[in-house]
Nanobody, 120 residues
Framework: VQLQASGGGLVQAGGSMRVSCAAS????????MGWYRQAPGKRRELVAS???????NYADSVKGRFTISRDNAANAVYLQMSSLKPEDTAVYYC???????????????WGQGTLVTVSS
């Protein structure tokens, strides 16, 4: 299973950006999916997560500005970011719990990361 993140780049403060993550490989079903970020010199932190049933969880710092969504048919998870701030600058990583076969356990896979830079 591979997760491919895309959509990062440079945006001005106050702008919007959407990052996407598509999974490929042998996939029977997904569990939770999410986005993390890691800024220079800081630890990786959870940005948002979404359950198989659509329940969402957000870091306090992005509540009301970011929206996570998923498309199980497309094996994809998205993060719509608005009102971006310079402190949102980071490498954004997607992850997903994947069950590869009926009866197998979930295993967490990570994407390679996509850089989002917010200029002031």
């Amino acid at each position: 299973v591979q997760l491919q993140a895309s959509g990062g780049g440079l945006v001005q403060a106050g702008g919007s950006m959407r990052v996407s993550c598509a999974a490929s490989g042998i996939i029977f079903s997904f569990g939770d999916m999410g986005w993390y970020r890691q800024a220079p010199g800081k630890r990786r932190e959870l940005v948002a997560s979404i359950t198989n049933g659509g329940g969402t969880n957000y870091a306090d710092s992005v509540k009301g500005r970011f929206t996570i969504s998923r498309d199980n048919a497309a094996n994809a998870v998205y993060l719509q970011m608005s009102s971006l701030k310079p402190e949102d600058t980071a490498v954004y990583y997607c992850n997903a719990e994947v069950r590869r076969h009926t009866g197998s356990s979930y295993f967490t896979y990570w994407g390679q990361g996509t850089l989002v830079t917010v200029s002031s």
